[in-house]
């Protein structure tokens, strides 16, 4: 009898130590909350510069956005018409919790992937990136403005040496 009760309380500290040690699942914060914000069916009407990109013209588009299970991260689909025809696209926002900075990767119906790392001061999100163009690095800037909970602006501006910026791109959303 006495063994019995000697092996259960053996079982229970050992229960015990191994709850204590089980890690705790961690849950969504708040810079998940701010991916939210993109959350739902967004109308966007702009206009491209002409630009490396391409010719410049008025576009627009539609852009659906969800949080994916578990509400980590924001996952996108988009669709509209710019100088260049009809454009499609996927893309997935993210905050990675090591390097405290907000990821983005776009594809979409052009020949590029797009890679970002980003932050967000108040109400403005600025995303940036380099890429090559014609053996050229140029940098990119894409600065979104939270104007209210169902509309925002978005500028991408482009750079050859990080000081001189030209605006490729100028656009409204508002969320339907």
Request: with cysteine.
């Given at each position: ?5 000697l092996?259960?309380a053996?079982l229970a500290?050992?229960t ?10 961690p849950?969504p914060?708040?810079?998940q909350?701010n991916l939210?914000y993109?959350e739902g069916t967004?109308?966007m ?5 002409a630009?490396?990109?391409?010719p410049g ?8 956005c969800k949080?994916?299970e ?6 996108c689909?988009?669709t509209g018409t710019?100088p ?7 893309t997935?926002m993210?905050y990675?919790r090591?390097?405290k900075?907000?990821r983005?990767?776009?594809v979409?119906?052009?020949?590029d992937?797009e ?5 967000k001061?108040g109400?403005?999100?600025t995303?940036t ?13 894409f ?5 209210s909970p169902?509309?925002h602006?978005a ?8 000081k001189?910026w030209?605006?490729a791109f100028?656009?409204k959303?508002?969320k339907?």
């Open positions: 009898m006495l063994r019995r009760v092996i259960a053996a500290c050992c015990a130590a191994v709850s204590a040690q089980a890690p705790q699942m849950t914060g708040p810079e909350k939210a993109f967004w109308k009407e702009g206009t491209m510069h630009s490396p990109f391409g013209g008025p576009m627009s588009g539609t852009e659906t949080m994916f578990g509400g980590w991260h924001l996952v689909d988009s710019g260049m025809g009809a454009m499609k696209g996927h997935l993210t990675d090591q390097t900075q907000y983005y990767f776009a979409n119906n052009m020949a992937a890679m970002a790392v980003g932050g001061s109400n403005t999100w995303w990136n380099s890429m090559s163009i014609g053996g050229k690095t140029i940098q990119s800037r600065i979104i403005t939270e104007t169902t509309t602006t500028k991408w501006d482009m750079s050859e040496d990080g001189k030209t605006t100028e656009a959303a508002t339907g």
